[in-house]
Each structure stands twice: as structure tokens, then as C-alpha cells.
Nanobody, 122 residues
């Protein structure tokens, strides 16, 4: 499976961006977004199961970010509103092939996109 992430850019604090991740084929259970800021670990942001659309969010983005999917286009979106400078990071989409319950762990994901940079200025 190949994942292609896009939609990053430079935005002012309080602004919005929409990230997209297109999968070459759909043979996975769910998809997630992670982010890695400068000098930081790669952290969980949000995830969604492909069939039931069950979503999970990191506490830091709840109420601001929304993950969704378009089954017909094998695409997952991350709508990011009320962006803060601390949201600045490279955002990665990832896909997991099986049910684990550990949607928050990067080690659970089998395929990764190349990352897209989000920069939020103050």
C-alpha cells in the first residue's frame, strides 16, 4: 500500500488547514495521523477505522481537529481548525492492517506516507 499525504503549508495561528492522504488500495483496517515536531517524538494525532468510521483523537487536538474518510476515493482527511504554533510539525498518515486497539501507537501501523509540513506562525 502506498500512501500520499498532502495539504500542509504555512498558516497563521487561529487558521485552518485540511490534510489529505490517498491510499493506492484499501486492504487495511484503519488509518491514522501522527505528527513530529522539531526535536520531538512522533506523536499520535487522530485515527479512524475504515468500515465503521470509529474515531479517536489526542487530547491536544480534541475539538479542533476532525478526521474523516471518503471510501470511494480511498482517502482520509484531517481538518485542522484553530491552529496553534505548537501544532507545527511534519504530519504523517499511516495505515494499519489489523485490529489491535492500540491505534495510538506508531508501531501498530504497517504503512506510512511521506509526511507533509504544517507550520503555524504566531
Amino acid at each position: 500500500v502506498q500512501l500520499q499525504a498532502s495539504g500542509g503549508g504555512l498558516v497563521q495561528a487561529g487558521g485552518s488547514l485540511r490534510l489529505s492522504c490517498v491510499a493506492s488500495r484499501r486492504t487495511f483496517y484503519g488509518m491514522g495521523w501522527f505528527r513530529q515536531g522539531p526535536g520531538k517524538d512522533r506523536d499520535f494525532v487522530a485515527s479512524i477505522t475504515w468500515n465503521g468510521g470509529v474515531t479517536h483523537y489526542a487530547d491536544s487536538v480534541k475539538g479542533r481537529f476532525t478526521i474523516s474518510r471518503d471510501n470511494a476515493k480511498n482517502t482520509v482527511f484531517l481538518q485542522m481548525n484553530s491552529l496553534k504554533p505548537e501544532d507545527t510539525a511534519v504530519y504523517y498518515c499511516a495505515a494499519e492492517s489489523s485490529v489491535s486497539g492500540r491505534y495510538y501507537s506508531s508501531s501498530q501501523y504497517d504503512w506510512w506516507g511521506q509526511g507533509t509540513l504544517v507550520t503555524v506562525s504566531s
